[in-house]
């Protein structure tokens, strides 16, 4: 049985959170997209974590944890983070990885930042992980896949042709130094010591996992909004962000994925530009941030001032929609406990016209927010472990939520830890 666990919104949703409760009930956890340019925040008995590349199964002693063929594999990164769980007293988790996914270098870093410095005020607001031409050498066919590490002769030939190509937008674009392509022959040879513990055919392995009735779990990371596709192009990220990339990303039949855990926030927040019809400013936004997630609502990875709004239903049910939601996990309500009203975001108008539909980007760009107000519970609903004793105005706001997203809320989050969840069927 396969369960996704993605992000309706921008991304920072509480899916870490999420899937490190339901990994204890799982065997296999799987990342299939992205790499280390977001984070996911879990709080256990270890302690509090961000973790960047590693899914957040790692904690459990009875799970494998995957990094799929769809992932970008900053191989150095990994190892660093395998170690800093080991050395906060975390068991060595028991961690696979693809030997078709493909190796984010030190270049792609390099080139991220550069692009970002030259694009100046026009930038994409990238965490400069490398991400977006990590992606674009995969497509390119100019990316170095883990299986490839093994193959001395095939690397020296790739690493000449590679720098070639490099080398032209360095000294001609970026004025910048050079690469030699021997250094890279050793760095990649230095990568293949460090990964080959862990290379593995996965795709094989969730296939017979898959017909033993294992219970896996795929994990997402960003959501909906930064899909390249689906979402608000070009303030994206460079891979898919949908639970239907599952399948690609770790290399299992689309069919598997039964259950899509649509992880949605009780209010919005969002890192990086682009178009945030519900977002607020000033004073309403920096009590909001302040108060927001676990310790204020600043990124896992870059720990820039995330921007936030209030929760915008146009936005996130088209987000669960185009995940193809079957259950609803509704995060961080207990933040919204200090006020006396809570605005909603049920509609945009553009040009003088009201809409309930999530638009392309340039009519996003105009889009303004239709408000709505619901009275506040003015408490604090941790702790909280049934539905039936949130308070009223508390259950209100879950159910408008769940009319105007159109997709059924099956739990409710009430705080960071592992234990502060409210299961609704
Ligand atoms: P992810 O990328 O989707 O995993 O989200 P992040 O981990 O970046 O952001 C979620 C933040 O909210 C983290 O700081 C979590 O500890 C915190 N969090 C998750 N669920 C809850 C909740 O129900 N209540 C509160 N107060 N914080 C939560």
Redesign the pocket.
Known sequence: MVRAIV?ANW???????ITDMLAKESDIIIRFQGGSN????I?NDYGKFALHLLPSGVFYQHTTSIIGNGVALNIPYLIKEIQSLVDRGVPKPHILVSDRAQILMPYHVLFDTYEEARLAGKAFGSTKSGIAPFYSDKYAKIGFQVSELFDDALIREKAYTVCEKKNVLLEHLYHKPLLDPEELIKELQEYRDMIAPYVCDTSAYLYDAIKAGKKILLEG?LGSLKDPDHGIYPMVTSSSTLAAYGAIGAGIPPYEIKDITT?VKAYSSAVGAGAFVSEIFGDEAEELRHRG???GEYG?TTGRPRRVGWFDAVATRYGCRIQGTTEVAF?????LGYLDEIPVCVGYEIDGEVTRDFPTTARLEKAKPVLTKLPGWKCNIRGIKKYEDLPENCRKYIEFVEKEIEAPIAMV????GRE?IIMRK
């Open positions: 992000g991304g920072d949703e509480g899916k870490g959170k977001a984070g996911h925040t709080i990371q992880v997630g676990d310790g896992a995060t961080v309500l207990d933040v989050s009430n705080g960071p502060d």
